[in-house]
């Protein structure tokens, strides 16, 4: 049983519960660039193991490049309110 607990999620437990504790020091853009990684990590992985899954595949790419999108738009903001 532990061998496959640690397949499964050994290394996913332990920045899972330090997510939690640093969630609340996280500005609003931090969060969805911690997001965008996960986002991109999954992504690989269907890439990498199930490369069959096109839809799921799509997806996670549309959902990165949104979250990315956002970040950029965040970034942009912060610089106009910077230089004014």
Do not use: K
Request: proline letters at 4%; glycine letters at 14%; aromatic letters at 2%.
């Amino acid at each position: 049983m532990s061998e496959r607990g640690q397949q499964q999620g050994g290394g996913q437990q332990q920045p899972q519960r330090g997510s939690q504790q640093q969630q609340q020091q996280l500005s609003p853009a931090q969060g969805l660039a911690r997001a965008l990684t996960g986002i991109r990590q999954v992504q690989s992985w269907v890439e990498l193991n199930h490369p069959q899954q096109r839809n799921v595949i799509v997806a996670l790419r549309e959902s990165g490049d949104l979250v990315w999108g956002v970040i950029q738009g965040m970034q942009q903001q912060q610089q106009r309110q910077q230089g004014s």
